[in-house]
């Protein structure tokens, strides 16, 4: 089980990473996304899930709640950022007539 979830999580922030170095604005907002669902992941993992346990501290082996409620406000987060990007680049595109990071046109000019 934990090697499945580390291999996700590796999955996740090595396809990210990937994805950010990319010159085009769509597969930059796509990396980010995946990036943060790979920290995401990795903190709520972090937790120390435990199964049929209930979540009652002090009636045995709990979960810990901090990573859970980390993991709730960083969804949050990602998502408006997600929706700042992805306008920001809408923007960006509609000035530049391109949607290459650094404003360059596919023939090699100036946007």
């Known amino acids: 089980m934990e090697a499945m979830v580390a291999v996700m ?6 396809t990210g990473v990937y994805l950010v170095l990319r010159a085009r604005t769509f597969p930059v907002i796509l ?5 943060s669902y790979g920290v995401n992941l ?3 993992i972090s937790g120390r899930l435990a199964l049929d346990q209930p979540p009652i501290v002090g009636a045995g082996p709990s979960t810990d709640p901090l990573p859970q409620a980390l993991v709730l406000t ?3 987060i990602g998502f408006a950022m997600t929706a700042f990007l992805v306008v920001l680049a809408l ?10 990071v650094d ?3 596919d023939d090699g000019g100036e946007a």
């Open 91 to 100: 923007r960006g595109q509609g000035e530049t007539g391109t949607d290459h």
């Open 42 to 44: 990795f903190v709520f």
């Open 74 to 76: 960083a969804i949050v």
């Open 103 to 105: 404003g360059k046109r």
């Open 9 to 14: 999580i590796a999955v996740l922030v090595g």
């Open 31 to 35: 990396g980010i996304t995946l990036l």
